[in-house]
Structure formats: C-alpha cells, structure tokens
C-alpha cells in the first residue's frame, strides 16, 4: 500500500509506530499530485516546501512524545479560508492576488497540532455554486468519472480526498457545499452544528449560514478531523462557548435504542431511482443495527429554497460590498472616475454567478422590498426550525437523500441555475435551521457513480450523528473506498 493510500487513523497508527514518518508520508501525497492532479485539477496551489517543512516538525514532534491526532497528517485546504502568506482566492478574480496576514482559527488549530497543509484546492467562487464550475481558474472532475461534476462549492476538497491527494479536507457548507460534493465523490463531509466551529478567517458568503467542516474517506476520520477543529473561539461572535466531546468514542457498533426520522417529504417527485435504492438500502442497514425508525414531517420544506435564496444572497449582497477596489484585491486602473472605478472592478473582477446573487440580495434588500422579502424569508426560517424541534421530539437522527440525483456531467445545467438551485433542495434546510448533517457513501448508482446518504441531527449531536453515520459505513463497507485513477 502506498502511503498516500493511507486513513487518517491508519497514518496515526503507523506515525505513532515509527513505522512511517510524516516527510515520507507528505512526500507520497505530493508525488501523488502530481502524477493525478493534471487530470483531476483539485488544487490551485501546492505549498510543498511549507508541506516538507511542517512534516520535518512534526517528525520531532513525534519522537518527542508530544503528537496530538493531526500531527504530521497531509490535509488539503479550500481557497476561503484564510493561510498566512498564502494566496487566498476564494476562487475568484478579484482576489486573485490576496495574501492574508493571518490564518483562519482552523488553520491556526491544524498547525498547532502539527497537521500538514498540502496546498489550497479549488471552489466554486465565493463559495456560490453546486459544481465548481463557477471557480475562475479550475474546474475540479469527478475522480469517479470524467466530464462529471465533483459538486459544489467544495469540490476541490472533495475531489482531492477521493482522488487521494491528500487524508482529509477541510471545506465550508453554506447550503450544502460540504455534503453535497462529498456525496457525488464518494467521501463523508460533515456540516457541524452553527457555531460549534469558529468561523474566524473563513471568507464571508452569508454569515448566518456558513460553517466550516471537514471531508474525510471514512467516518472514523471525521471524528478525528471534527476533534481537531471544534471549539469555542472569542474572535468569532456566532462561536458558542460549550464543551467540546471526543467524537471518536461515538464510534461504537450497535444502534439499539436509537430512532431514525423518515421525512416524507423528502422523498418526492424527481427523486433519481438509484438513489431512492440506495436510501431504502442504508434504512434497512440502520434497521439491521438495531435502530428503530419513525415516519415524520418537515412540512415548510417546499418553501426552504425559496428562503435560502432570498437570505443567503442578501447576507452575500452585504459581505461582499467590501470588494470595491480600494483597501485590497484587484482594481480596474482604466477608469476615469471612482464610480467607474468601482462599477468596472466589480464588473470584471466577480464571475456571473457572484453578480447574479449580489442583484437578487440586493434587491430584496432595498426599501420598499425588505419587509416583502428578507424579513419574510427570515420568518419563515424560524418555522422551518421549529419544523426540526418538533420532529426530534420524535427521533435521534434523520435519514434522506443529499441530492436528488448522481453527479451529472459538466456544463448540463449552465443556462439553468434554477436546475442547480433546486439540486440543493434537500441540503440547505440544515444551514436555515443551523443543525448538523453529514453525508456517508451508500452506494453507486447504475453508472458507477457514487451516492451519498444524509443523516441530520438535533443542535450539538455530532456524536449521536457519527455513531449512527458509523454504523451505517459498516454495513455499506464503503468506508475509505476510493476510485481507481493515475
């Protein structure tokens, strides 16, 4: 076995053994690069002489006894959150130059620990998308199959943990751009409760909704990854200052006791047959492990992308007024005044898909439409939670699709972005509501191509989820379970 080949928790083992040091591993993922990353266009950048210098400290870091889990693990990164001395593009051009001062409080944590940061990876830009395509300088593939999707907007941190570039990612989840890619490649993304992990250096897209997680091969790595990322931190206001568990003691065998919430209304009209079965077959799984399920009902869930995109666009309309030229990032140097300065920079510098969003936020912003729009958004928000209080009433967890449909081919919905809207039709209640979600591979459908399964839980029940996420990879035995490619 290659050591690029390696889990998370295999590396750990063979680190901690001295059957393997970190430059070697690091070494194995960077030549991995290499070899597939032409084909697979994951990365924007790699940072290997930082890579080779972190691995040579956590080498010593290890033979001084003092590892902690990440120690020495090769990570990839997605292009918002912020690296010291890194560009940090967002996928866009008008960022294409910016080198922040600071590094995102994850990436501060990673290093702390002595994690290795193998480079930034590729997104749709300002995180506004369903495929990646909207990124300015990579379009990321399907390491399943070519031509298709790898998912939106943390495609790159999905593609690279598939393709095995790199053990693990960490990517953000808007509406469902951690759960969504890492189901149409195969891999376990984890959206965690609102607030459980700082959002600190992580580039707005819309504040109330964003949350950083990770995007690992098998669910015991992404116990491992949430360890190291959770936690209160001051810097960010919307951090929630609670205890943080060790996730890996969720993953026990056995779900006795345990009820799993079967939402009618996510299983409807354009559900894809092969999925509908890969469902079905993960609810049997659960069942066979000793879970008992329950029929409940989110019923505000036809009015969810209705919601996100009036508030997500809104809250982007309003981050994003800071790119205008001025302070950083690029600026039009042909205008003739300031106002044609601003109009160009932002005209050239964000992709169709920014702008597009920008006009929706701001008009529902605007007077005379605010009250209409983004109050009414917000309103009916609050009764899809509630919708989620009630129905944990009755469950523990909640089974369903992450999307509708497999990873389709690129450029199939590029004059529809209402198709891909409503794509994301069973992911973005989770952002509205605030609660975690975790998308576990299932299965394939006819054509090869990997499904996911989402598992939803009540506020701060990462575990609850894990260990039922767990147990459903052991009865799938799809945990680590990567393409064949290079």
């Known amino acids: 076995m290659n050591p690029f080949e390696l889990s998370i928790a295999q590396a750990r083992a063979e680190l901690d053994a ?40 956590a080498d010593r ?13 090769p990570l990839s990164i997605k292009d918002l959150l912020c690296t010291k001395g890194v560009v940090t593009s967002c996928g866009s051009k008008i960022l294409e130059n910016f080198v922040p001062p600071y590094d995102a409080a994850v990436v501060e944590k990673l290093k702390n620990q002595g994690a290795v940061i193998l480079g930034k990876v590729a997104m749709d830009e300002f995180a506004m998308g369903s495929t990646s395509e909207n990124c300015a300088f990579a379009v990321p593939e399907n390491p399943w199959k070519k031509d298709f999707v790898a998912g939106g907007s943390s495609g790159g941190s999905a593609s690279s943990v598939s393709a095995m570039e790199c053990l693990g990612s960490l990517g953000s989840d808007t509406g469902g751009s951690i759960r969504q890619p890492a189901s149409l490649c195969g891999v376990v993304g984890m959206k965690p409760t609102y607030g459980r992990v700082s959002r600190y250096g992580l580039v707005a897209f819309a504040s109330s909704l964003d949350q950083v997680g990770p995007l690992t091969r098998d669910v015991t790595d992404c116990a491992m990854l949430m360890n190291g990322i959770a936690g209160y931190d001051k810097r960010d206001s919307t951090s929630i200052q609670r ?128 009250d209409a729009y983004y109050k009414k958004a917000s309103q009916v928000r609050t009764l899809i939670l509630n919708d989620f209080k009630k129905a944990y009433e009755s469950c523990d967890v ?80 799809l945990g680590n379970k990567c393409p064949q490619i290079g």
């Open 18 to 57: 001295g059957r393997l040091s970190s430059r070697d591993l690091t070494l194995s993922c960077l030549q991995r690069i290499k070899d597939v990353d032409g084909d697979i266009r994951s990365f924007l950048r790699v940072t290997e002489e930082e890579a080779l210098q972190q691995a040579d400290a």
């Open 243 to 370: 205890e943080t568990p060790d996730y890996t003691t969720a993953l026990v065998k056995g779900l006795d006791g345990m009820k799993v919430g079967i939402p009618s209304e996510y299983f409807g009209a354009g559900l894809h047959s092969d999925v509908a079965a890969v469902v079905e077959n993960s609810i049997q799984i659960l069942r066979g492990a000793g879970a008992e399920t329950v029929e409940i009902s989110l019923p505000h869930t036809e009015y969810c992308v209705a919601v996100y995109y009036l508030i997500a666009p809104a809250e982007a309309s309003s981050n994003l007024a800071r790119y205008d030229g001025v302070s950083y990032g690029y600026r039009d140097m042909d205008a003739d005044s300031l106002i044609d300065m601003y109009r160009e920079t932002r005209s050239q510098g964000f992709g169709d898909e920014v702008k597009r969003r920008i006009l929706i936020g701001t008009y529902a912003l605007s007077s005379g439409y605010y």
């Open 61 to 73: 870091q290890i033979a001084g006894g003092s590892a902690e889990g990440l120690c020495g693990i």
């Open 398 to 477: 909640i089974i369903s699709p992450v999307t509708p449909t497999p990873a389709w081919k690129k450029g199939e919905h590029g004059d529809d972005p209402l198709a891909l809207y409503l794509s994301d039709i069973l992911t973005i209640s989770a952002n509205l509501a605030g609660i975690p979600g975790v998308s576990v591979p299932g299965g394939f459908s006819g054509d090869g191509l990997p499904i996911g399964v989402q598992l939803q839980g009540a506020h701060f029940q990462e575990k609850t989820l894990l260990k039922a996420a767990y147990n459903l990879e052991l009865g799938t035995g």
